[in-house]
T-cell receptor, first 112, second 118 residues
Framework: EPEVTQTPSHQVTQMGQEVILRCVPI?????FYWYRQILGQKVEFLVS????????KSEIFDDQFSVERPDGSNFTLKIRSTKLEDSAMYFC??????????FGNGTRLTVT | AQKVTQAQTEISVVEKEDVTLDCVYE???????LFWYKQPPSGELVFLIR??????QNEISGRYSWNFQKSTSSFNFTITASQVVDSAVYFC???????????????FGQGTTLQVKP
């Protein structure tokens, strides 16, 4: 069964650095999402992406964040000038029109 | 506004007990979907079930069963004869039908941590 793939599985970065989290959604899916889960908390919506543009973003998704689908297969989340509170698990997800959201295994981001 | 409430933060049972995880949702949409995901200690989100708002038929899959009641806006999840491997965080989630104004994002509840002891 097709899977959503996320790399890296774990990223450690220093405060103030930029990170790029990568995702390869399922190939025939059209809707893409990023979610965040701070340790021990619920899964929070960050942004949705459709037709090569952001369709919705949450309050969390401020100017520090950006998303891109540079080549028709990858879907990236960039976090500029990381802060300690950005430490979390970041999940990518994709879906077709009527299918469930399929999640990747997540990237654990640790900001030191 | 959409909201999902899982009032049980943590549940602890002994193996072979039955356990029910509660989920209550709020939405103004007429078309929506409800989901349950399992998050084992390894951290990934595992899809368990999806129900749409027009289908209130309960579903059973092995030891798992789901009770969807639109009248009470609830979508409860029961594990029969629980096993240690069922220990995980379980999330209930709500999603609107995709459309011009809906992006299909999932709204998650806070999650219920289930511990099954041997």
């Amino acid at each position: 069964e097709p899977e959503v793939t996320q790399t890296p599985s774990h990223q450690v970065t220093q405060m103030g650095q930029e990170v790029i989290l990568r995702c390869v959604p399922i190939s025939n899916h059209l809707y893409f999402y990023w979610y965040r889960q701070i340790l021990g908390q619920k899964v929070e919506f960050l942004v949705s992406f459709y037709n090569n543009e952001i369709s919705e973003k949450s309050e969390i998704f401020d100017d520090q964040f950006s998303v891109e689908r540079p080549d028709g297969s990858n879907f990236t989340l960039k976090i500029r000038s990381t802060k300690l509170e950005d430490s979390a698990m970041y999940f990518c997800a994709s879906t077709g029109r009527s299918s469930p959201l399929h999640f990747g295994n997540g990237t654990r981001l640790t900001v030191t | 506004a959409q909201k999902v409430t899982q009032a049980q933060t943590e549940i602890s049972v002994v193996e072979k007990e039955d356990v029910t995880l509660d989920c209550v949702y709020e939405t103004r949409d007429t078309t929506y979907y409800l989901f349950w995901y399992k998050q084992p200690p390894s951290g990934e989100l595992v899809f368990l079930i999806r129900r749409n708002s027009f289908d209130e038929q309960n579903e059973i899959s092995g030891r798992y069963s789901w009770n969807f009641q639109k009248s009470t806006s609830s979508f409860n999840f029961t594990i029969t004869a629980s096993q240690v491997v069922d220990s995980a965080v379980y999330f209930c989630a709500l999603r609107s039908g995709l459309g011009s104004s809906n992006t299909g994002k999932l709204i998650f509840g806070q999650g219920t941590t289930l511990q099954v002891k041997p």
